[in-house]
């Protein structure tokens, strides 16, 4: 129901174009429909709309255009058939399981995946009896032993948090479709604007609206990109009935995020790499972690898969063999900084630093952690806007003076 066609128009222009048709009023900003229900005309066309003959809005619950906004553009940019959005990041993963698994069912993870994603698959739906099996992140053939008869979903996170290892989603849809099962993919570290799941055969890819979509650390937001089979039959039903919808407020603020998505990306991105090929060079730091790094260990895999782009996410280690004195060292870095905000979000325009051991790792066991390679020595940066050379300036305060 738009005014142009959008089969034949680049990912850049629908981030900015993609969007139900104008009110009557020719607003030229996307409207914002704050409002939980819609009037009918009489009684005979709500009977028609709430059976789903016809089509039409009548609850937010069910739809909203604000909303409708939101998933024609984002799956415009991920060049899927459709979208759902959804509260949060984790309300999007906790869909694909819900209308997707059931009891005696089984997933394939990574063993590096977003922590909270690590808690909702292995602890809280091993409770509804599905079952699942978390392998290394980089690792093929690991991914494919650990499918079985049972198994219905591949989930994989590329690159991940806080490590920037990288899964090969070619290699693993494959995997998936020849086991007959589905591969989701979630997006939501390199966003559609440096890499794009369904091209490369993922069935699902998921979002954390929260980070790089709306960019500016405003809202929390989530979506499920796919095929119309699986989004409007199986995942958008289960939404009227379990609600975790997105409210059209936070719809609209992400909504007018990814106009400057690809923008946002490509200029955070250069910045990431800049700082990452000077934290390699220097002497306090043991290691750095970024894709874009010809010593990345998966540096071809990231230039093919992202866009010839390394992302926004830099992580690095500082020193002591011992836990204590690699932690004591990271929170020196961490507590010298001025610009950098001690915050667990990322994807902002302003650049975040943590500690994702005490942070967003720090619910994990030990084991778990250890698997996932996170150390006491580990620092994660999501670079922002700021200038380059202040931010290499905040870190080096720290840096620095390390003993
Ligand atoms: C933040 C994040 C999520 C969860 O998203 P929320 O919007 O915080 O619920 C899921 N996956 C990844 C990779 C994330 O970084």
Excluded at 1 to 17: C, G, I
Excluded at 23 to 46: K, M, N
Excluded at 107 to 112: E, G, T
Aim: proline content about 4%; overall charge negative.
């Amino acid at each position: 129901m738009t005014a142009f066609d959008s089969t034949a128009l680049h990912p850049d222009t629908l981030a900015v174009r993609q969007a139900v048709p104008r009110s009557q009023f020719g607003e030229h900003s996307e409207a914002l429909y704050l409002s939980s229900s819609f009037v009918q005309p009489d009684a005979a066309t709500a009977a028609r709309r709430f059976a789903g003959e016809e089509e039409g809005y009548t609850y937010t619950r069910t739809a909203n255009p604000t909303v409708t906004s939101f998933e024609q553009r984002l799956a415009a940019m991920e060049g899927t058939q459709a979208a759902v959005a959804t509260a949060s990041g984790m309300s999007a993963i906790l869909l694909v399981c819900l209308a997707l698994l059931k009891a005696g069912d089984h997933v394939v993870c990574s063993q590096s995946m977003f922590g909270s994603t690590m808690k909702l698959i292995g602890g809280e739906l091993a409770r509804f009896g599905v079952q699942s099996t978390f392998v290394p992140q980089t690792d093929v053939a690991a991914w494919r032993a650990a499918v079985r008869p049972e198994t219905r979903l591949l989930f994989a996170e590329t690159p991940t948090n806080p490590l920037t290892e990288l899964c090969d989603i070619r290699a693993l849809a494959d995997i998936a479709h020849e086991a007959g099962v589905l591969l989701a993919v979630d997006n939501c570290f390199a966003s559609p604007a440096l890499q794009r799941p369904a091209e490369m055969g993922a069935d699902l890819v998921i979002h954390s609206g929260t980070k790089f979509l709306d960019g500016q650390g405003r809202v929390m937001a989530g979506a499920v990109c796919g095929p119309h089979a699986l989004i409007e039959e199986k995942l958008a039903p289960l939404i009227r009935s379990a609600g975790m919808n997105l409210s059209p407020f936070n719809a609209w603020v992400v909504l007018k995020g990814l106009e400057t998505l690809s923008i946002r990306m490509q200029a955070q991105s250069a910045h990431a790499l800049a700082i990452a090929s000077w934290l390699e060079s220097h002497p306090a730091v043991r290691r750095t972690f970024y894709p874009g790094l010809a010593s990345h260990p998966q540096h071809e895999l990231a230039m093919r898969q992202q866009s010839g782009v390394g992302g926004a996410v830099v992580s690095f280690v500082v020193g002591g063999a011992e836990a204590a004195a690699a932690r004591a060292s990271a929170f020196h870095v961490i507590d010298s900084t001025r610009i950098c905000s001690i915050t667990a979000n990322l994807g902002d325009t302003k650049t975040t630093i943590t500690h994702p051991a005490s942070t967003s790792h720090g619910r994990l066991t030990d084991a778990q952690r250890s698997a996932a390679g996170i150390g006491q020595g580990l620092i994660r940066l999501a670079v922002g806007l700021e200038h380059i050379d202040d931010l290499k300036a905040d870190l080096a305060r720290g840096l620095d003076s390390l003993k």
